[in-house]
């Protein structure tokens, strides 16, 4: 009987998918980094030249790029070609047979010019400035992307580590229940226990069974997840699990930082506020710009030409030269359109000021639940330090006492259910205070690419 009742807890502590595709695991061709030992490092940089949300602000960042120079191209000297060609109907041509002239029914030319603006009522200087802040916008908002990832990232690698361990701790459980399931059969088969007994250890091993399966597919789809934010497309002939092997563990390393010096620090470092800075410097661009409408506007050219003569049919007869000169316009009055363009302006930059103050709220306010979270996580940390051992003494003990024959089975069960409740707790726990640093320091600012440097 209790070699029957073995091969069955056996046959229930094996994976959920016991048919796993393993030769489809074997012989797909896999890149380097999916198969190798996986640090957080190594997860972090792969991340960096390959997932699709990097890829994509990168796009944006060169999009942007074409923005500045499109804004600066208003100091740059321009180079204008024309040329024309027309040929009119001879009867619509009027003549002058008098003085022995005879108007020619085909008329071109052609003319090169370098055209250079002078003063545009300060848009030009604010087209520069403009080009620069939008050049540096841009680089700060592909540094918030790139942070947001990385702390995707993070989090999700804590995920998979959290998952694997927990895999650990309930396997460990099964395997306790077991024993005690054997255990107590054994006794019942020398007629020492009552059947209830045996009854009742089944029934503990059957209640674990199913926490295994979870933490076992939570382990596959947090490895999923990371998969895809790492930018890989798994081959459809993949299944179930994925053969990626993480070298990181769940620690709590000492990080000690005051709440005042993380929202400053915040406030400082922050790209999402540095970026709404140079939005606002831009809004202020944008209102100069509005306002050189009111002014003149000034520029140099110089060019040379060709065209055919007016005075003979002969259309190779050429006349051509240099010319040179200035323009000058001036809307005395536009039909208030200048006013409009200045109080839209203002308008978008006063906004552009109010969006910046309550973003500032709103990154104290993240720093400030970071925190609190952060000291959360510490804290019940640090009050499981001791907690395994001790559960681990109150197994011990109640199976001592159990065996003496001055406990019950009911306390070794109670034990080993408190045991398994304590490792989980601090499994749960170290993988909280690894997600709530990394959320920590995210709000502050800080670089989370420093980590694969650990």
């Known amino acids: 009987m209790a070699i029957v009742l073995l091969a069955l807890v056996r046959l229930l502590s094996l994976p959920v998918f016991a048919q796993t595709n393993v030769a489809t695991v074997e012989t797909t061709n896999f890149p380097a980094w999916l198969t190798r030992p996986l640090s957080l490092a190594d997860a972090l940089n792969t991340a960096l030249q390959q997932n699709s949300g990097i890829l994509k602000a990168q796009s944006d960042l060169e999009a942007s790029y074409g923005v500045v120079v499109q804004t600066r191209a208003i100091v740059i000297p321009k180079v204008r070609v024309k040329a024309n060609y027309t040929d009119f ?73 959290l998952a694997a361990q927990q895999i650990e701790v309930h396997e460990a459980s099964v395997n306790l229940l077991t024993k005690e399931l054997l255990d107590q059969q054994r006794r019942y088969d020398a007629g020492t226990v009552p059947r209830v007994n045996v009854l009742r250890a089944e029934v503990e091993v059957a209640n674990e069974r199913p926490r295994l399966i979870r933490v076992r597919n939570n382990y596959r789809i947090a490895k999923n997840n990371l998969v895809n934010l790492l930018g890989y497309n798994l081959p459809r002939d993949v299944w179930e699990d994925i053969p990626l092997h993480l070298t990181g563990k769940l620690e ?49 050219f110089a060019g040379y030409g060709a065209r ?36 839209q302006a203002k308008a978008l930059a006063q906004k552009t000021q109010v969006d910046l103050d309550d973003t500032s709220r709103q990154v104290e306010l993240q720093v400030r639940t970071a925190y609190s979270n952060f000291i959360e996580a510490k804290e019940v940390l640090e009050s499981q330090k001791k907690t395994q051992q001790e559960a681990e003494e109150v197994l011990r003990l109640a199976r001592a006492r159990a065996d003496a024959g001055t406990g019950t089975q009911l306390d070794v069960l109670d034990a080993q259910t408190s045991l398994t409740q304590a490792r989980t707790t601090e499994v749960q726990a170290l993988h909280d205070y690894a997600v709530a640093q990394a959320r920590l320091e995210r709000a502050i600012g800080r670089d989370l690419s420093s980590a694969a440097n650990h």
């Open 252 to 300: 709590a390393e000492p990080y000690d930082i005051k709440l005042p010096e993380a929202i400053e620090e915040a406030l400082k470092r922050r790209t999402e506020l540095a970026a709404l800075r140079k939005e606002v410097a831009l809004r202020r661009e944008d209102v100069v710009n509005a306002r050189s409408g009111y002014k003149p506007s000034l520029e140099v």
């Open 89 to 161: 109907d001879p009867d619509a041509i009027d003549q002058f047979p008098a003085l022995g002239i005879e108007q020619p029914h085909e008329d071109w030319n052609a003319n090169i010019e370098v055209v250079q603006s002078i003063y545009q009522g300060g848009r030009m200087a604010a087209g520069l400035r403009a080009a620069k802040l939008t050049k540096e916008q841009a680089v700060l908002q592909y540094q918030t992307a790139v942070e947001d990832t990385l702390l995707n990232v993070r989090i999700t690698y804590y995920d998979v580590l």
């Open 308 to 343: 055919n003569s007016q005075f003979g049919t002969d259309i190779g007869y050429t006349l051509d030269g240099w010319n040179a000169g200035a323009r000058m316009s001036w809307d005395i009055f536009d039909g208030m359109l200048t006013q409009g363009k200045v109080r």
